[in-house]
T-cell receptor, first 112, second 117 residues
Framework: GEDVEQSLFLSVREGDSSVINCTYT??????LYWYKQEPGAGLQLLTY?????DMKQDQRLTVLLNKKDKHLSLRIADTQTGDSAIYFC????????????FGQGTELSVKP | GAVVSQHPSRVICKSGTSVKIECRSL??????MFWYRQFPKQSLMLMAT?????????EQGVEKDKFLINHASLTLSTLTVTSAHPEDSSFYIC?????????????FGSGTRLTVV
C-alpha cells in the first residue's frame, strides 16, 4: 500500500526497553527517520538510518532496518517518563522529489 | 545546527478571513520546503512541496486555491489559508531542506496552531 504503518500505542514501565515498529512502503527510500513529538510541540529528529545500513545505535536509541521486509524499528533502552511522547517513523521518497512521508505515530506511555 | 523559524505559533481568526503562516530557514538556504497539516492525535499529512522560484506541487485532495504557497526566496516560504473555515482549524508544520540528491537533513518549524471561529 501507500501508507507508512505503525502501531498506535505502547505502554512500558520506567527502566524497561521500548520497541516501536514501523513498516514503510518505498524500497527506493534512501533515508528513514524517527521523530519525537511532545504534546503541542513540533517534531524533534531523534535519529535516522541510511538504507544501506542494518543497524544504528546512538546512546539509548537503536534503529534496526530490515530492507527486505521494509521494516524499521526503534528501541529505547532504559525508558524514562520523559520519553513519553508520540514517535513517528518517516520515509524519504527519493523518487518523488524527496518528500518525507510519515507513519500514523505511536503514542508511548511510560509508567513509573 | 539548521534552524527553521515558523510564525505565528498560534492564531485565532474569524471565518472568512485569510491567515498567512511564515516559515524561514535561519542559517541555511532551503531549496525545498514542505507544508504539513496535523489533526489531533493523527499523523502529519503532506499538503504540498515548494521549490524556490517555482510553483508548489500539491498533494492529491489539497485545494491549491485554498492553501496558497509562495516560496519566493531560499529562506522564506509562506502558506496562506484563504477564506478560512472552522474545518481548516489544525496544526500546520513546515519543513525545510537543502538536500540535493537525497541527503538526510529535514528541519521542522515548531508549528502553527490555527483555530477558526
Amino acid at each position: 500500500g501507500e501508507d507508512v504503518e505503525q502501531s498506535l500505542f505502547l505502554s512500558v514501565r520506567e527502566g524497561d526497553s521500548s520497541v516501536i515498529n514501523c513498516t514503510y512502503t518505498d524500497s527506493s527510500s534512501t533515508y528513514l527517520y524517527w521523530y519525537k513529538q511532545e504534546p503541542g510541540a513540533g517534531l524533534q529528529l531523534l535519529t535516522y538510518i541510511f538504507s544501506n545500513m542494518d543497524m544504528k545505535q546512538d546512546q539509548r536509541l537503536t534503529v534496526l532496518l530490515n530492507k527486505k521486509d521494509k521494516h524499521l524499528s526503534l528501541r529505547i533502552a532504559d525508558t524514562q517518563t520523559g520519553d513519553s511522547a508520540i514517535y513517528f517513523c518517516a520515509e524519504n521518497r527519493g523518487n518523488q522529489g524527496g518528500k518525507l512521508i510519515f507513519g500514523q505515530g505511536t503514542e508511548l506511555s511510560v509508567k513509573p | 545546527g539548521a534552524v527553521v523559524s515558523q510564525h505565528p505559533s498560534r492564531v485565532i481568526c474569524k471565518s472568512g478571513t485569510s491567515v498567512k503562516i511564515e516559515c524561514r530557514s535561519l542559517d541555511f538556504q532551503a531549496t525545498t520546503m514542505f507544508w504539513y497539516r496535523q489533526f489531533p492525535k493523527q499523523s502529519l499529512m503532506l499538503m504540498a512541496t515548494s521549490n524556490e522560484g517555482s510553483k508548489a506541487t500539491y498533494e492529491q485532495g489539497v485545494e491549491k486555491d485554498k492553501f496558497l504557497i509562495n516560496h519566493a526566496s531560499l529562506t522564506l516560504s509562506t502558506l496562506t489559508v484563504t477564506s478560512a473555515h472552522p474545518e481548516d482549524s489544525s496544526f500546520y508544520i513546515c519543513s525545510a531542506t537543502n538536500h540535493r540528491g537525497g541527503s538526510y537533513g529535514y528541519t521542522f518549524g515548531s508549528g502553527t496552531r490555527l483555530t477558526v471561529v
